[in-house]
């Protein structure tokens, strides 16, 4: 939801070489703020002439300091948590009483009206689309960030999380990119495991070079403690599994590394075992792009993490995350599905009642592509599409327990390549067996007590 202002300020010859103080009010739960002006020849360059108008802009937040400042050569500016235009603070959009600075530099005839127009967005709970595990130049990847963050925003992503081995350096050096959160993390890696660690810019002190669990243990604690979110990384992967014992602390569990394939099926299914027993951990999914194979092949943003957050801040994603409000789909473009109860969505506890229902919908259901619900008691709905069209179906919740849904479908090219890989790297037998059906979209589940 949007809401613009205008405010036209009057000025006179004699203020010029002067700033004057433009108030307007910031109301509450504005994501992201707008700020365009025009003027009588506001194309004039800012060489200083008795013929010209030249207006400058800046800005001051509702505590009178400075958010930054463009002079006369931007005509629009755009702040956000997440990004702000060049020569702008990236800061929250308080509520209160903020000021444009008018700066009165040059004015030809006896008095100009300046107009501006201010558009707030408000926040607004939606699913934003991101890859949470990604790596550039700063450890093994081949990108650097600025290209990842152009990758990201043509595939439609709205956040991505820089997770490179064992170093935060590059966290110091996340660039800016229009519509693009982009989230500090590390992935703490050792031979016997990997672990994301996300949102701080240094999530341990000291360094990642330990030889114990308890010790590596300790540096996931101390991330926690510092406001990490910990996700344990594609545990059961056949290249680098995770060898330790998997009884340590985690908010999340990376089940979709890459291309689905066969390791990952794995991974879901000890996770719905971990379900089943009662333990409540959010899956979701990363793409783990290093670079692209064969420069043909790539696989960036595949699987995309569907986050339900209010804004596109670092804060509500990763809050988001850690609250289970995910969908996992193939890439951020496929099929989506929608799982709710009331105004409660995946990740969700709801409170049991005669009437408590969840409608399932999936925003395209492919054809031969099959959708399956599951609760506590197992598969309770399977329809496999005859047509590609969107589908619906609501469920009575007649019990505590939780309901859970999911797409499946024939592995598609990316799949079979990825899975064909990881046989031929690790020497299996049967390096064309024929692979089953895998999973195309994946929720977290809604709780019911």
Same mark, same amino acid.
């Given at each position: 939801?949007?809401?613009?202002?205008?405010?036209?300020?009057?000025?006179?010859?004699?203020?010029?070489?002067?700033?004057?103080?433009?108030?307007?009010?910031?109301?509450?739960?504005?994501?992201?703020?707008?700020?365009?002006?025009?003027?009588?020849?506001?194309?004039?360059?800012?060489?200083?002439?008795?013929?010209?108008?030249?207006?400058?802009?800046?800005?001051?937040?509702?505590?009178?300091?400075?958010?930054?400042?463009?002079?006369?050569?931007?005509?629009?500016?755009?702040?956000?948590?997440?990004?702000?235009?060049?020569?702008?603070?990236?800061?929250?959009?308080?509520?209160?009483?903020?000021?444009?600075?008018?700066?009165?530099?040059?004015?030809?005839?006896?008095?100009?009206?300046?107009?501006?127009?201010?558009?707030?967005?408000?926040?607004?709970?939606?699913?934003?689309?991101?890859?949470?595990?990604?790596?550039?130049?700063?450890? /093994?990847?081949?990108?650097?960030?600025?290209?990842?963050?152009?990758?990201?925003?043509?595939?439609?992503?709205?956040?991505?999380?820089?997770?490179?081995?064992?170093?935060?350096?590059?966290?110091?050096?996340?660039?800016?990119?229009?519509?693009?959160?982009?989230?500090?993390?590390?992935?703490?890696?050792?031979?016997?495991?990997?672990?994301?660690?996300?949102?701080?810019?240094?999530?341990?002190?000291? @360094?990642?070079?330990?030889? @114990?669990?308890?010790?590596?243990?300790?540096?996931?604690?101390?991330?926690?403690?510092?406001?990490?979110?910990? @996700?344990?990384?594609?545990?059961?992967?056949?290249?680098?599994?995770?060898?330790?014992?998997?009884?340590?602390?985690?908010?999340?569990?990376?089940?979709?590394?890459?291309?689905?394939?066969?390791?990952?099926?794995?991974?879901?299914?000890?996770?719905?075992?971990?379900?089943?027993?009662?333990?409540?951990?959010?899956?979701?999914?990363?793409? /783990?792009?290093?670079?692209?194979?064969?420069?043909?092949?790539?696989?960036?943003?595949?699987?995309?993490?569907?986050?339900?957050?209010?804004?596109?801040?670092?804060?509500?994603?990763?809050?988001?995350?850690?609250?289970?409000?995910?969908?996992?789909?193939?890439?951020?473009? @496929?099929?989506?599905?929608?799982?709710?109860?009331?105004?409660?969505?995946?990740?969700?506890?709801?409170?049991?009642?005669?009437?408590?229902?969840?409608?399932?919908?999936?925003?395209?259901?492919?054809?031969?592509?099959?959708?399956?619900?599951?609760?506590?008691?197992?598969?309770?709905?399977?329809?496999?599409?005859?047509?590609?069209?969107?589908?619906?179906?609501?469920?009575?919740?007649?019990?505590?327990?939780?309901?859970?849904?999911?797409?499946?479908?024939?592995?598609?090219?990316?799949?079979?390549?990825?899975?064909?890989?990881?046989?031929?790297?690790?020497?299996?037998?049967?390096?064309?067996?024929?692979?089953?059906?895998?999973?195309?979209?994946?929720?977290?589940?809604?709780?019911?007590?």
């Amino acid at each position: 939801m949007e809401k613009k202002v205008v405010i036209s300020f009057n000025i006179s010859k004699e203020q010029h070489r002067q700033y004057f103080k433009v108030p307007f009010d910031v109301p509450k739960d504005v994501e992201a703020l707008e700020i365009a002006y025009s003027y009588s020849g506001d194309q004039a360059d800012s060489i200083p002439s008795e013929k010209k108008n030249v207006i400058d802009l800046a800005l001051l937040d509702q505590n009178g300091n400075d958010v930054g400042a463009s002079g006369s050569s931007v005509r629009q500016i755009t702040l956000s948590e997440s990004y702000s235009s060049p020569g702008y603070k990236k800061l929250p959009i308080t509520e209160g009483k903020w000021h444009i600075l008018c700066g009165v530099y040059m004015i030809k005839d006896q008095s100009l009206t300046v107009t501006y127009t201010i558009t707030f967005k408000f926040k607004k709970y939606r699913y934003l689309k991101g890859d949470t595990h990604l790596h550039s130049i700063y450890s /093994d990847g081949v990108k650097t960030m600025q290209e990842l963050g152009v990758m990201a925003r043509k595939q439609g992503l709205d956040f991505m999380i820089m997770t490179d081995h064992n170093s935060a350096i590059h966290n110091e050096h996340l660039p800016d990119i229009p519509h693009l959160n982009i989230i500090p993390g590390v992935e703490l890696t050792h031979y016997y495991g990997h672990v994301n660690l996300w949102g701080k810019k240094l999530p341990y002190k000291g @360094s990642f070079a330990v030889n @114990s669990f308890d010790d590596f243990k300790s540096l996931i604690e101390e991330a926690r403690q510092s406001g990490a979110i910990v @996700s344990l990384n594609h545990p059961y992967c056949s290249l680098c599994p995770w060898r330790w014992d998997l009884d340590f602390y985690r908010d999340a569990i990376e089940v979709w590394n890459g291309p689905m394939r066969l390791d990952n099926m794995k991974t879901i299914e000890w996770w719905r075992s971990e379900l089943l027993s009662g333990k409540k951990t959010t899956i979701i999914g990363g793409s /783990d792009y290093h670079f692209t194979f064969f420069k043909i092949f790539n696989f960036f943003a595949r699987p995309t993490t569907r986050v339900y957050a209010k804004a596109n801040t670092k804060e509500d994603i990763l809050d988001a995350i850690k609250k289970g409000r995910c969908v996992i789909t193939d890439s951020a473009k @496929s099929s989506m599905i929608y799982l709710s109860s009331g105004h409660n969505v995946v990740g969700d506890t709801v409170k049991l009642t005669e009437n408590t229902k969840a409608p399932v919908k999936v925003d395209k259901l492919k054809k031969g592509h099959t959708l399956i619900v599951n609760n506590q008691h197992g598969q309770v709905f399977k329809y496999k599409a005859k047509k590609t069209a969107p589908f619906e179906k609501e469920f009575d919740i007649t019990e505590k327990g939780f309901i859970q849904a999911e797409i499946w479908r024939k592995p598609n090219l990316a799949s079979r390549l990825a899975e064909f890989g990881v046989r031929y790297v690790t020497k299996q037998k049967g390096l064309f067996k024929k692979i089953p059906k895998l999973i195309f979209a994946i929720t977290n589940p809604i709780y019911f007590e």
